[in-house]
């Protein structure tokens, strides 16, 4: 039963489909738009364009075909805006890479000793020679490290928490390259330390963990790597590949060792930029000054900075007026993974966008103009793209074969409970799809939670807990999809539904209209009703189900739809038209044609 609702859910059109910016084959665009790929085929043919399965079509053609079965079509830059990782690099930057500094950010539990760890790095070894000298926070600085005689920089993220972290991540960008977790010696592993692990899972950042407070008395860094090592974070001397230093940031004790091992982990990771080109990067900070006006730090990550350049942050123009380092010192240039602050906004720009210089004025501006409009498309487009992380939308990819992993964050309301789920969890098949907990802790379901699934993609379950207080509102922006369950087995089956592609999308009808069939006409093998449309609107390929005497006698599709002679895509009330069907011919006056439209629809907590 589940199975051929599953199979009869592939046959429905989606609401619309994003396309890659790169041309689709003639089968790709066919799985997209779930039709037999003779099916496009045939609709090229009529175009006038014989095609092949394998043929790439490009965005007009595509389109046209696509609208045909009532199916708009974005473009994927749109949709990449909503969920990519930032790709600074381009393919003309090959030639003149250099290895650049990482930008690292400290995550940790509230109270672990981020800002003191922060603080005494910058203390300890400030860039430029200046050490001892007075520093302004512009929410990033830079420090120089010694290392096998050669001197490094490494650039710091100012602002601890991952609060910022993952509001930058939900926004399509990244700018850390290392995450160090500070976790206190006298503490041990916290919910904040879990969830700070989790953030960085989630954006594949390699972490560095720094065991703090080793100068106080019943500190044991040996439990916290105890505790670490229970999810799956385990020190080099016990045999791991996780990089764990023992430091005390209020005695200083053991910096040089930790910043010595994040440039190490750094080396691995190959982090480079093109020194030789107009600057990109992220806009890290940025506040209203009374005195200067727009204040933005930007973090360069890829090309260089110069006073003077105009660039386009977010929605935002700009012309670089003056640039300062974190020492309020002026500059004229800043390199990759270089902060600055800098003046000259029409105003401020939004913290987490990106900035991009370009060659004059006139090009900065268009870009600024067009994205002031595009953004309403982002936000739709955004909420589009993230519609489809929920169960039953898994459900679907998984039928067709595109998803592999099934983000989850699990809060439920006591420990043992999050202990047996997980537990259940790991007991179900995985044959296809690998179930991934990014985050479990018993607890209501908060703001962070969904934060975390909106950056990740993750479904958030909720066992026997409630929704904290703006975490409902949160899941609406965010179209994240939470379920809430109060007995495991129905959790599980659940799960185990999506994660085998059985799970049936939540379709509703919306009715578009009704016609009367008045006279039949006989046209090759088939048959064409002609009728009146007495409500509402028919719509070319939209779903129709014809009534005989009140008995429904046929449902499909409607397949085609003319006026006079002409195919027209809907013919509105009051009007006649000529309507066709692929499997049905059998008409007869007085049928009546219900026109009606299957939209998906998120699952709301009340009806799980
Ligand atoms: P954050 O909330 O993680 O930023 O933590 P803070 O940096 O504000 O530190 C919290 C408290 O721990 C402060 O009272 C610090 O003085 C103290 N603290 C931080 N690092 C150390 C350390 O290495 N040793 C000791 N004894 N105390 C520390």
């Known amino acids: 039963m589940e199975l051929r609702a599953s199979r009869e859910a592939k046959q429905v059109r989606p609401e619309m489909i994003i396309v890659p910016e790169d041309n689709l084959t003639v089968q790709e665009l066919a799985d997209m738009l779930r039709l037999e790929s003779s099916e496009i085929i045939k609709s090229l043919f009529f175009k006038g364009i014989t095609a092949t399965v394998t043929q790439s079509l490009d965005l007009t053609t595509i389109e046209t075909v696509a609208e045909e079965f009532g199916v708009p079509v974005l473009q994927d830059d749109i949709e990449e805006a909503a969920t990519k990782t930032v790709d600074m690099i381009e393919k003309t930057d090959i030639d003149s890479l250099i290895t650049r500094p990482p930008v690292v950010t400290v995550m940790g539990h509230v109270d672990h000793g981020k800002t003191s760890l922060l603080d005494s790095i910058r203390k300890s070894r400030i860039a430029s020679g200046e050490a001892g000298g007075i520093t302004q926070h512009i929410g990033a600085y830079q420090v120089e490290v010694k290392h096998e005689s050669k001197t490094k920089k490494l650039?710091?993220?100012?602002?601890?928490?991952?609060?910022?972290?993952?509001?930058?991540?939900?926004?399509?960008?990244?700018?850390?390259?290392?995450?160090?977790?500070?976790v206190a010696a006298d503490d041990g592993v916290r919910p904040q330390t879990l969830e700070a692990i989790s953030h960085a899972r989630a954006a594949k950042v390699p972490i560095v963990v720094a065991i703090n407070k080793i100068d106080k008395e019943g500190s044991s860094p040996d439990r916290v790597k105890q505790e670490l090592s229970e999810k799956d974070l385990i020190a080099e001397d016990w045999g791991g590949d996780t990089v764990m230093v023992p430091v005390s940031a209020i005695k200083g004790q053991n910096i040089d060792k930790l910043l010595e091992m994040i440039l190490l982990v750094s080396e691995v990771e190959d982090l480079q930029a093109n020194p030789r080109r107009l600057a990109k990067g992220t806009v890290i900070e940025a506040h209203l000054d009374k005195a200067k006006g727009p204040v933005a730090t930007l973090l360069i990550q890829n090309g260089t900075l110069r006073s003077g350049d105009v660039l386009a942050a977010g929605s935002v123009l700009g012309r670089i007026r003056a640039m300062v380092d974190e020492h309020g010192n002026r500059i004229k240039e800043a390199a990759p993974s270089f902060p600055v602050e800098a003046l000259g906004f029409s105003e401020v720009p939004t913290a987490g966008d990106e900035f991009e210089v370009y060659t004059d004025e006139k090009s900065a501006r268009m870009v600024v103009g067009e994205r002031a409009t595009d953004a309403r498309a982002t936000k739709l487009a955004q909420q589009m793209a993230s519609r489809r992380v929920s169960l039953s939308s898994i459900s679907n990819q998984v039928n067709e074969g595109e998803l592999k992993e099934l983000n989850l964050i699990l809060k439920a309301d006591v420990q043992g409970s999050v202990e047996a789920i997980l537990g259940s969890l790991e007991q179900l098949p995985k044959n296809e799809v690998q179930v991934r907990v990014l985050f479990s802790a018993p607890g209501e379901i908060t703001e962070t939670d969904i934060d975390l699934a909106a950056a990740s993609g993750s479904v958030i379950i909720g066992f026997n807990t409630s929704l904290a207080s703006g975490a409902k509102r949160a899941a609406d922006a965010n179209d994240v999809d939470i379920r809430e369950y109060e007995v495991i087995y129905k959790l599980l089956e659940d799960i185990q539904s999506a994660m085998e592609g059985l799970l049936e999308p939540d379709l509703v009808?919306?009715?578009?209209?009704?016609?009367?069939?008045?006279?039949?006409?006989?046209?090759?093998?088939?048959?064409?009703?002609?009728?009146?449309?007495?409500?509402?609107?028919?719509?070319?390929?939209?779903?129709l189900r014809v009534r005989r005497a009140g008995q429904v006698i046929y449902e499909g599709n409607l397949d085609s739809l003319k006026r006079s002679k002409d195919d027209v895509k809907d013919v509105n009330t009051g009007f006649e038209c000529g309507i066709g069907c692929d499997k049905f011919s059998n008409w007869d006056e007085g049928d009546i044609i219900e026109a009606y439209k299957l939209v998906t629809k998120k699952r709301t907590l009340s009806t799980n």
Do not use: W
């Not at 710091?156 to 700018?175: I, S, W």
């Not at 009367?516 to 939209?542: D, H, M, P, W």
């Open 509 to 543: 009808e919306e009715a578009l209209g009704q016609a009367e069939v008045r006279a039949t006409f006989a046209v090759g093998k088939g048959s064409i009703a002609g009728c009146y449309v007495s409500t509402g609107k028919l719509q070319r390929n939209c779903s």
């Open 155 to 182: 650039t710091f993220l100012d602002t601890p928490g991952h609060a910022a972290f993952t509001a930058m991540r939900a926004r399509g960008t990244k700018v850390t390259d290392i995450a160090v977790l500070v």
